[in-house]
């Protein structure tokens, strides 16, 4: 039949190139309608600021890239496939499958309800292997990273090469909503502000991914600790959302092999093996983002201080590397790993902060907010884990500082209140003396604020209180 097509669903991957449904779907059939479904009824969270904001300019591109053939809807999947198929030939419906605990629930009774009326095939299209086929040789899951990816991934089947089609979309006449449709944006200030500091879809992730190969792999076992060197590749925004595939990132750096030694092309492939591990917590212990893995800390006496956890979220608390990392976070929607580890440390170690509310600040914050791998890296480093830092491992803000900051670079950048404070004294300016604060024009405790804690003292009552798990 002239009209009939098959139909593909967009979830988390936003791009046409190594696309696996639509790989499955071009070589099947000759027509294909591509529809994405916001659906914030089946969700147990919603989308945070940033997410939303991300979405939002990739359904633009997205859409742009399909001739304005991008059906857009808001609801249930079931009601609007069920409506689509009666009033339409769709013969088959596919989509790359996602992993959250409750898409999970969702799409298993999808399938089983559209294949009723037509055809309906899954893929992998986010992930390197399945959390279902890396597991111990007693059938359970890994609950440590190295054996996990040494063991269990790097043993396995290497993982498929990136396909490329060309597609043969059909020019339908189906209505449906437009992007702005959707009203993802909210807060229209902020939103302008943090998405000018990148480009998004698809062709601007396979640039990133270009400039990081060419710039930052060279060095990318030592430089990705420095916030401030071009040695991380910016790209988890993308690779969440899919506007690249897992894979392509593992095999071009593969392709540099020849003129990038082995550590850097291994540690950066060990990274994606970091995303398959979340994933793999995530799929076997779906209570991940909400309890503690080891239930030990259910009786950890957090304690609550607002004006603390403020402080902390707007970079005001008196640690310079603190403050820079949080500013980073609010100003370009990202955070570099190295503080990400510093200031979540602070916040459960130094303030004795449930992990949650960091967990609950970066899902609202970052452009990469993840399911998985946010609620595995708070639980890291709150030792709550499985694989998890030790509870006697605090990151000291000032010793970081120095180590990974140590031209203040990325410190002034973020924090310019202190751009002209003698370099002795960046790391911990409460120590600055009092004619040199007045020389350079700036007060303490009102352009920038004195420490909100004692680092030593803080260190010392979070070791006392960790110390009960031990009973």
């Not at 999808?110 to 055809?119: A, D, G, I, Q, S």
């Not at 062709?203 to 060197?229: T, V």
């Not at 992990?355 to 480093?381: I, P, T």
């Not at 010793?399 to 002034?412: A, S, V």
Request: aromatic share 16%.
């Amino acid at each position: 039949m002239t009209n009939e097509f098959s139909l593909h669903w967009f979830r988390q991957d936003l791009r046409l190139s190594d696309n696996s449904s639509l790989n499955y779907l071009s070589q099947k059939h000759k027509r294909i309608v591509c529809v994405f479904i916001y659906d914030q009824v089946n969700c147990n969270r919603k989308l945070g600021s940033a997410s939303k904001t991300w979405l939002h300019y990739s359904l633009l591109y997205l859409n742009n890239k399909l001739n304005n053939n991008l059906l857009i809807f808001k609801g249930d999947p079931e009601f609007i496939f069920l409506d689509l198929i009666k009033q339409n030939k769709i013969t088959e419906i596919s989509w790359n499958r996602c992993y959250e605990p409750w898409r999970v629930e969702r799409d298993k009774l999808l399938k089983k309800t559209l294949r009723k009326h037509v055809e309906v095939k899954t893929f992998n299209g986010s992930l390197l292997w399945e959390p279902w086929e890396v597991l111990k040789a007693d059938s359970t899951p890994y609950k440590i990273f190295t054996p996990f990816y040494q063991k269990g991934c790097l043993t396995k089947k290497p993982p498929r090469k990136p396909i490329s089609n060309n597609f043969s979309f059909f020019d339908h006449k189906i209505k449906s909503l437009s992007v702005t449709g959707l009203k993802l944006l909210d807060k229209l200030g902020w939103e302008n502000k943090v998405i000018n500091h990148w480009e998004i879809g698809e062709s601007f992730a396979e640039k990133q991914m270009n400039n990081f190969l060419k710039e930052g792999l060279g060095d990318y076992s030592h430089g990705r600790n420095f916030p401030n060197k071009l040695n991380v590749s910016r790209i988890s925004p993308y690779l969440h959302w899919g506007q690249i595939s897992p894979n392509t990132l593992w095999y071009e750096a593969e392709k540099l092999q020849q003129d990038v030694e082995t550590i850097n092309i291994d540690i950066f492939k060990s990274e994606l093996g970091w995303r398959e591990f979340f994933y793999n917590l995530m799929f076997h212990f779906p209570n991940i983002q909400s309890k503690n893995l080891q239930i030990k800390f259910d009786k950890f006496p957090w304690e609550s201080n607002d004006e603390f956890l403020k402080s902390w979220q707007k970079g005001l608390t008196g640690y310079p590397i603190i403050d820079a990392g949080m500013r980073e976070l609010w100003k370009t929607g990202y955070m570099h790993n190295r503080l990400r580890m510093i200031t979540g440390s602070f916040l459960v170690k130094n303030l004795l902060l449930h992990w949650h509310h960091g967990e609950k600040w970066f899902w609202d914050c970052l452009f990469d907010a993840d399911y998985a791998s946010n609620s595995a890296s708070w639980q890291w480093v709150a030792g709550t884990g499985t694989d998890a830092a030790p509870y006697f491992r605090i990151f000291n803000p000032i010793t970081q500082g120095k180590k990974f900051d140590p031209e203040g670079e990325y410190i002034k950048k973020y924090v310019p209140e202190l751009k002209n404070i003698p370099h002795k004294y960046l790391y911990t300016p409460w120590e600055c003396p009092s004619e040199i604060l007045s020389e350079i024009n700036l007060k303490l405790g009102v352009d920038y604020p004195f420490p909100i804690v004692d680092i030593k003292l803080s260190r010392a009552k979070a070791l006392k209180a960790f110390s009960i798990l031990k009973k």
